[in-house]
């Protein structure tokens, strides 16, 4: 199979991971519980994960990396925390519905929505300038568009909510592991990310960057292993959000799929994946009978595009009984959709890893 | 001989005390103290030399780690808490 669907999960992985999970299964409980030997390589292998994750994404605490169970569990949380029923927010027009549903459901939220062209990150900026004019209490947005690959000026919005004092929420989804993602540059009140993406960890991970200062609501209360007669959850990091037994095993893969990324550098990443997604995105404008929604260079691990010819589903079924799998249609992201206009059609999405190569791509256009 | 029990609030606070003073050159060892000692639950305790003590408090406080609670074990085991 040749396997372009990363966006949504990497299915290749470094062999690291899978071992990993193999020998925390087999080795290893639940750390804060009992004190034994299992316990403590739990433990222990929980730090390692929070210390690598604090490296490559520059929180100054490893206590202030929350394990979740996907990007969608850290945005939950985060919004949840931030937002409450009559605010204004200010969210960009490429948000995935992990964003979109927590608001919709928290009730009468009013959203300012930032349009803005495609690839275009000056526009960008300067709607977040124009919509933070006092009365907004969060902005969210994300780094990386899932469906387009459009990576939005996230340095310019953090620095306009650090003058204006609006806390940001980033969701990182899709750049985490290709894109430098920085807390401290950044300043951001939560950072989120799945574990099973670009970080190449197994599914059901996922982390949450919690800034300096924040108390994060709790989404589930229960044990943590400290406090235990107090029935409030205890109001540190990051026992606050880890009620229950950890992922203890997923934990292992993701510390592994993190070291794989910080050993092979984001740079190098980037432009292997560059190199496949410039090749299938040259080779289908050359071809004709497409259109191409192509990033400006070295930006994006995504690529989606609309055949002229047939719906982006059938394309994508003919493809797969060729062995070769993409995804079909809203990406769960209608609102990415509608702000480029594609949201009566959706799109064909190819999405790379690190595991691709450009001979991949020429296989795949060559069947199209 | 005479020892500190520093308590920490969670596993992973007592495994960054406890990293940061190995790396220091102190030797400790953090385990569950008896519950006798903690009054809201659960908790861990690192244990340091009387000779170690003042530098660890100095480098924990500098980490931005400092214990909860710490208390002093004399040579017959009695613990009996410091005012911190």
Known sequence: MIYFDSAATTLQKPASVSAAVADAISQMTTPGRGDHPAARAAAELMLRCRMEAAALFDVPQPENVILTANATHGLNIAIRTLVAPGDMVAISGYEHNAVTRPLHAIGNVSCRIVNGRLFDPAQMAEGFRKALDGGVKAVICTHTSNVF???LPIDDIAALCREKGVPLIVDASQSAGIHPVSMKRWGAAYIAMPGHKG???PQGTGLLLCGEG?????????????????QEMPDFLPD???AGTQNVHGAAGLLEGIKFVRSRGLDAIRRREWDVVRCLAEGLKAKGGFRVFDAP???????SVLSLEMPPETLADRLAEQGVAVRAGLHCAPLAHRTAGTGETGTLRFSVS???TPEEAETVLAML | MTYYLLLSRSIT???RMSRVLERAGITV???RPPMGLTDRGCSYAVRVSGGNYPAAMELLRQEGLAPMRVFYAEGGGALSEITM
Do not use: D, K
Not at chain 1, 221 to 227: A, D
């Open chain 1, 149 to 151: 690959g459009y990576t």
């Open chain 1, 199 to 201: 970080l190449y960890g």
């Open chain 1, 214 to 230: 924040q108390t994060p609501a709790a989404l589930m209360e229960g044990g943590t292993g400290s406090l235990s007669r107090q």
């Open chain 1, 240 to 242: 606050r959000l880890e």
């Open chain 1, 297 to 303: 260079a070295g930006e994006s691990a995504v690529l």
């Open chain 1, 354 to 356: 690190a595991f691709n």
């Open chain 2, 13 to 15: 606070h007592a495994q």
């Open chain 2, 29 to 31: 060892r953090f385990f």
